[in-house]
Structures are given as C-alpha cells and as structure tokens.
C-alpha cells in the first residue's frame, strides 16, 4: 500500500534510530542471508488494524495521520521474538539439581535418586489444569517482558494419552488467558513411561491420542524424541507419518546427545524443523540445507547442562541450513530469554549477532510455520513488535544481564512496558 | 542482641522460605566453606536504623514490635550483591565490535580500524563530568534492580593525571546521586597513554595523580594493568608501593592473558585481590590461598569476548583461595548483573552455584575491604538485602533470563522494586 493510499493508521512509531524489517517475504533465511537485518534507519512504522501497515524512512511517513503515536527517537524497533522450542507446561522445578550436575553427578545418578524428567512427570500429572495453567502464565508474562510474542509450546511431561491431551487443553487454556501467541505442539513421545515399553506406548498414542488431538484441533505439530534410551527411527517415523494422516506438520527432536539419524528423517518426512542437533551428521546437515528445513538450535540447554558441545552453527550456515533459536524453556533448562538464546548462540555457539537475530525471529517463525504471520515487520503482518531502549541493534548481544527491550505490542497494543 | 533487649525495629521481614546469611564474621570464605549460604529457613529479619538487628526463624522474633513489615512469605532474603570490580565509568559503547569479533577479527584488527580501549579513552576523555555522571547512572539504576548493592570502580579511561582525577570525582559526584555504594579505585594505569611511555607515564602518576587522589581522598584503592604491552612487574610496584605510601590499598590486574607473575606481585605487596587469573601460575594460586588473598574471577570477560579459557576457579577452591566475582563491566565486556556474573561462573566456569553467591556477597566484599559493613546479614551490618521471588536459593543459577529480585533494599529502605 502506497502512502498515499494509507491515508491514516492507527498507531505510528515515529523516528526509531533504526527498524529491523527482518523484511524479505515469508521464507527461511540461508547462507549469507542469515545476516540480513532489512535494517532502515530513521524510519517509521505505520500500524493499522493490528497488521504492519508500513514501515519506511520517517519523513516519508511524517504526514501520516495517526490515532496515536509512539515516539522511538534513538532507539530501536525489531518484531518480537518468536520463541521455537518450548516445554512451557509443566509443574515442579529441578533447581536442586544444579548444584548436583555442577559438582559433577551424572543425569544417571539424578534420576535415580528421584530426579531428572520423571520426577517432573510426576509432579506434572499430580497438577491440576488451573494449577498449571497458572505456573505456565507467570512464566509467560515473563517471556513477554523479555520481548517473546509467539511461542511453540508443547506437551509431553504427562506420559499417557489422557494426560498428554490435558496438557493440550492447557495451552488452549492459556491462550484465552494472555498475550503471548501459542503454537502448541503435541509430544506425547517425550519418553517413554516409567515401567513402559517404547513400542506399545507409540501403539497407545497413535490409537488413543492422536485421534482426540486432531478432532480437538489441539495441536498443529507432532513432535518426538527420537534418541538412544527413548524413541528409535522406526518408532519415530511410525509416529510422525500417523500424525501426518491426521493433517498435524512434524518435528522431530533429532541428534540431540547421539547420531541417530534425526536430521534424516526430518527430511524424510518433510519436517517443519529438525531440532538440537549437536550431533548430526554430515550428511544429514546437507540433507537440511537442501530442503532448507529449519535447523532449530537450542543452546540454553548444553549451557544449563553443563555440557560442552553445541551444535555446530556455523558449519550449518554455511552449508545453507535456515538457522533458528528456541530457548528450550523446560525443568532441565529453565531459559526465558530469547535474548540470552541469541547471546548464547554468539558467544558458546559462534553465531553472529545479525545470524542470531534472524534465527530468533523470521526464522523461528518460518521453524513453526507462523511466517505468514510474524517473524518480521512487513505490511500485512501482525505488528507484533518490541522497542529496545538501545541506540542500535549492535547492543542488543553486546549490553548483558539487563533487558533492553522498553516496550512490548502485540497486533499493535502495547502489552508490556519495563 | 537478644530479642527480649531488642524490642523493637524499624522493618520486620517476615516469613521468607529461606535467608542466606553468609554470617560468620568478616573473612574470606575458601575451601569447603566457600559453600557455605548460613542458610536460615522460614526466618524473619528485624532491621533497626538501617542495620540488621536480627536474622532468626519467624516464629522467634514473631512478637517483636515493627513499624512496618514485608511479607517474605515463600520468598528467598540474601544479602545485595558485592560487584567487587567494574569500570562503569566510561563513555561511548563499543557494540559493533561484537560481530567483529564474532566474524574472527582480532582485537589488533579493531584496534587499528579505531575500536578497542583507545576509542573507549577518546570518547571519555571528551565527555563533561556531567555526561559521565549521567551515563553511569543509569547503568547503576540498572545494576541496582539486578540486585547490586554495593560496587567498586575504578577509574582507567582517561590515561591523564587530570583525566583521572576527573574520573574519580565522577564517583564521588555519582555516590552523591544515588544508592549503590561505590568504592572508587584509582586505575590510572590501565593503559599506556596513545604515543606514551609506560615509564614516563607511571612517573607522571605517581607524582601528579597520587597526591590529589590521596589529598581529596578520591579512592580507596590503587589497581594497575600488570600485562604484556601495558606495564611489567617492575613498573606495577613502583606504582602500587607509592600507592601504599599515600595510604592507598592496592589490587593488580593479573595474569589475565599472560602468566606475568600477577598473583606473586599481589602477595607481596599484600593486595586486597588479584583480579582476572586466567593465566595464573600454580605457585601464584598457592600464595594466594597462603595469604588469604582474595581472587576476583570476572568470567563475563572471556564470555563477552568470544575467548576459550577461563580462570580456573575449581583450582582455587582446591587451594583455599577465597573466590570472589565482579561483572568486569566496561565497553569490553557490558554486564550489569552480578546474578549472570555468578550463571556464568556456574556454567562456563566450573563454580558450584552456593560457591557462587559467596563469591557474589561476603568474599566480593573482602575483596574490596567492605567485609565489615557488607555482604552478610548480620547484627551490626548494613541492611542491604534482596528478596528474591523464588522459593529456595537454587533457583538463583537455575532459572535463566529473567531477574528473580522482586525488592532492592538499601540500608533497611526499598530502593527498587521489580
């Protein structure tokens, strides 16, 4: 649309130092690309009906009549983030556990003294829906704060297909409730139950959940652990190709602590993303790379882990992998931080600024197939965008421990402000 | 005092979950008790003329007169953070170097395109007092609501007497101007002035600087940058020996890229703390655990600047070095919160996260000869305290991004709140 034509909008945010449009039409960025901000500076950005109107050079867009205004002058305007990979739903915490991993005990050793994943599954399944619709809004409400206004959300800490079910409901719950715009997931093969058999419990959820979460329309992806001591590729592929006739889009939490051919069988069944990914193959990188399957890199979680490896960006960005970031919230690695997700992946995991920032927003999005949606700031989308207290975009890896970001719209309201 | 002589207080701080001390005198932690949190559960704080009168289990002290009262109920009290060494004061930012630094680019490199500390001393050297102050205060409100209650500073950016001199009436003005309490060091040899002589330079500090630091009693402390390419051994205690004769404390830059006998100079000259230690020699680390001799471990520094190694703080718990941290804030490394410096020593550093917070509080405080007045909640001792919305003190490292400090308090009042 012409300034001409828009004659009007509703909200302008004048005179920001710079906006990141992140603006290139709704794909994954690759390569070279990874870096491209689609920076314009001393620009505007005209909102109207809650879509991005436009976004242009300020005094092109001085004489737009605006219902209200937001004065940007030296600061900086990007979308909001979008967060990739969340286990959000959940109850309990595991921060003892901190204290041991740190002075070396192994996640062996933690489970069996009653820690690790199934102590939360227990504490999750003993949690009332009200009770853990409202530990997952406090989290979100400070995920907001922090400048994420969508997130991939999923289940997988109930362990049965009634419980895994309610945990969908919960996210829907959620999403009445608050802001932060919800795409959940189902992971009802988080891991496999306690005292269970892998293959009868895959059985389980293709004969008794996957059919209530499709009629329910509770999820829009089907994701699975596919690692050694969890979910193999045959269980896996079983899975995901069942969720696929019931119309869910699939991901697959691949490569994670061994090779066991994750990034393969993402490209195999044409995954929305391929997740983790620390210890992917040659050739299943180039295989992402060729797709361009979103890699979805998650470095909070080696981070809080202790571990030392990370996922091999840049060998992914150069093959032409789309990078993307999620924070991994979860009880093992309790991130809410998009921010802290891009200044881990730049200074553990060697990506750049600009490539982290692409990777936490239009990528992301593209990860969880909201890049119609959001992910940058171009007309028609949803302006859902964050204005950081910085004097460029160059200080949002560089200043630590603080939040930048001032101001947080959601489909043009102001829904957070620090 | 006991509670029955104690009647009455000016703030009851009731029912917290838990309170860390830290209490057991004013020395050092190191070795096994470098562990030790003095933690107290369900306990209230009694605050009198803004000292802490008491710290006892609620029930205790439930009938004590107060004139007013916070609820802690389920919440966590712990001392405010000891930032045992920033360079807040500086103008200009220096954020476009991280991806440079990123994309490989040595610091040489962004030196000769004009980055890199020189920049930092030519943006500061141009600055009024009154920019300066400005600048800094608001990373210090900022450091403030990350729970930073306490900070030592030093100068180092202007490399001139005059300069210096300017610089540590910046803190004295900015003391003036806000809460955190600030210990001003004079670091007139941070670097070689551009075009100078490190001989020349050192003589010029120690007859023009040192007498109107030590006259107007400008700082408590005299530091020096005892490195290849800045000054050697010989240099740093000349500097730090005229230091002591005007009644200075001294504190060395050590070891930080080179093994220059750093920790050895310390002990000689029986420095507050030896700072950095990346580099340490092995017979350094056991003169410091000899002589007590605080470390300060600024693992922000490495992290911020893309480098691999990291002081090796394990060893030091070994030796029973007392382990202290700083944020190292400064345009090289910009972090404001004491709480990362500590996520950060916990996971990239090898600190367990109890060894952490004591390096945080009580031994950040010996570090800067603050130990009798802050860094534990004990009788006597001011009342700078946080209260934590968490439910135990292992939340602290353990939920990443977000700041966990709901209330700031300052010498029993409430100077920030979240």
């Keep these: 649309m012409s300034p001409a034509k828009a004659a009007s909008c509703d909200l302008l945010i004048t005179n920001a130092a710079e906006v990141l449009t992140l603006s290139r039409g709704a794909l994954p960025r690759c390569g070279e690309d990874q870096q491209d901000l689609g920076l314009v500076r001393n620009a505007s950005v005209a909102i109207k009906g809650g879509k991005v109107l436009q976004v242009a050079p300020a005094a092109k867009l001085k004489g737009l009549k605006a219902k209200r ?185 691949a490569d994670e602590f061994s090779r066991c051919g994750g990034a393969e069988l993402a490209v195999e069944l044409g995954a929305a993303s391929a997740d983790h990914l620390l210890k992917a193959s040659d050739r299943g990188l180039r295989e992402l790379a060729r797709t361009k399957t979103p890699a979805v890199l998650l470095p909070s979680t080696p981070w809080a882990n202790l571990l030392k490896g990370y996922a091999d960006a840049r060998q992914m960005v150069g093959y032409g992998v789309p990078v993307a970031l999620g924070s991994d919230l979860s009880p093992g690695a309790w991130n809410e931080s998009m921010l802290l997700a891009c200044q881990l992946a730049v200074y553990n995991m060697g990506l750049l600024p600009s490539e982290a920032i692409v990777a936490a927003t239009i990528n992301a999005a593209c990860a969880i197939g909201m890049e119609q949606e959001v992910g940058s700031l171009e007309p028609g989308k949803r302006a859902d965008l964050l204005i950081a207290d910085v004097e460029t975009w160059h200080e949002l890896c560089y200043r630590l421990g603080s939040n930048p970001i001032a101001l947080v719209l959601k489909d043009g309201k102001v829904v957070a402000e620090n």
Excluded at 184 to 192: E, I, K, N, W
Aim: glycine share 10%; aromatic share 6%.
């Design 69 to 253: 205004r937001i004065d940007a002058e030296g600061m900086v305007v990007l979308p909001g983030f979008v967060d990739a990979h969340t286990h959000l739903v959940f109850a309990g915490h595991r921060a003892r556990e901190v204290e041991l991993k740190a002075a070396g005990r192994s996640y062996q050793d933690i489970a069996r003294d009653g820690g690790g994943i199934l102590s939360t599954v227990e504490a999750t399944r003993a949690a009332s829906k009200a009770e853990l619709v409202g530990l997952a809004r406090e989290r979100l409400g400070r995920m907001l704060a922090l400048g994420t206004t969508t997130a991939e959300v999923k289940s997988g800490y109930a362990l049965t297909p009634d419980g895994e079910v309610k945990l969908l409901e919960v996210i829907r719950e959620l999403q009445r409730k608050q802001p932060v715009m919800l795409v959940p997931t189902f992971l009802g093969a988080h891991a496999v139950p306690e005292g269970g058999d892998a293959d009868a419990y895959i059985n389980q959820l293709i004969e008794e959940a996957l059919p209530r979460v499709a009629k329910g329309d509770l999820a829009r992806f089907c994701d699975v652990f596919l690692e050694q001591g969890y979910f193999d590729a045959t269980q896996a592929r079983r899975l995901l190709k069942a969720a696929q006739r019931h119309g869910l889009r699939v991901k697959v939490h």
